[in-house]
Each structure stands twice: as C-alpha cells, then as structure tokens.
C-alpha cells in the first residue's frame, strides 16, 4: 500500500464512521471501530519511517479525534434515550401490576 492509499484509507474511514453515526447504526459504528486499529498503524508506521510528513497524519488524527468526540456524545444521548424510555416501560409495568392486584383484591 502506498503513503497516499493509507491516509486516503484513513480518510475513507472516518467518512464512513461519520455516516454510521448520523445514520445511529450503532452496529456498522461497532464493526468500522474494529477497523481503526489496524488502518492506523500502517499510517503511523510510515510516519516513524520518515516516508509522510507530520502534518497530513496530524490533520487526519485530529479528524478522527473529533468523530470519536462526537461519536462519545451522541453515544450517552442514546443511552439516556434508552434509560429514559426503560424507566416509562418500568413505571408502566408498575401501574399495571398495582391496578392487577387491586382488581384480583376487590371484593365480590
């Protein structure tokens, strides 16, 4: 893989791990985050080698930097979205079991 493929590599990456997130696919977020790892590496060992320059693997970090922000954001949105929606089910449930045994207790 050439320099220019493995920061366009990273660059394709974070494209699609921005869409994921706009698109809440938290699974496809899951399985492109398993690729971070491995598109890195051949980036930062090009830049210990001298063969890219700091700056274009300094912008594309910083890139990824950001995503992982707001990825990290909208995350624990979700999650307080879930807890919230858990905790109505939950407050429900508990109505409904309270009016089934004031029914089942009523005297006949």
């Known amino acids: 893989m050439s320099v220019p493929e493995q920061l366009e590599a990273v660059d ?3 494209e699609y791990l921005k869409t ?3 698109e809440k696919n938290w699974d496809e977020l899951s399985r492109l985050n ?3 790892k491995p598109t890195i590496e051949p980036v930062m ?3 210990e080698a001298g063969e ?3 700056e274009p693997v300094r912008e594309r970090l910083a890139a990824l930097q950001t995503f992982c922000d707001r990825a990290n ?3 624990n949105e979700a999650k ?3 807890q919230k929606a858990l ?3 939950n407050q429900n449930r508990s109505a409904a079991k309270a009016y089934q045994n004031v029914s089942l207790n009523r005297p006949k």
């Open 52 to 54: 890219l320059s700091p």
């Open 12 to 14: 394709t990456l974070v």
């Open 80 to 82: 307080a979205e879930a």
């Open 87 to 89: 905790k109505g089910v």
């Open 73 to 75: 954001i909208s995350a």
């Open 34 to 36: 398993e690729l971070v």
């Open 20 to 22: 994921a997130l706009a």
């Open 45 to 47: 060992a090009a830049l």
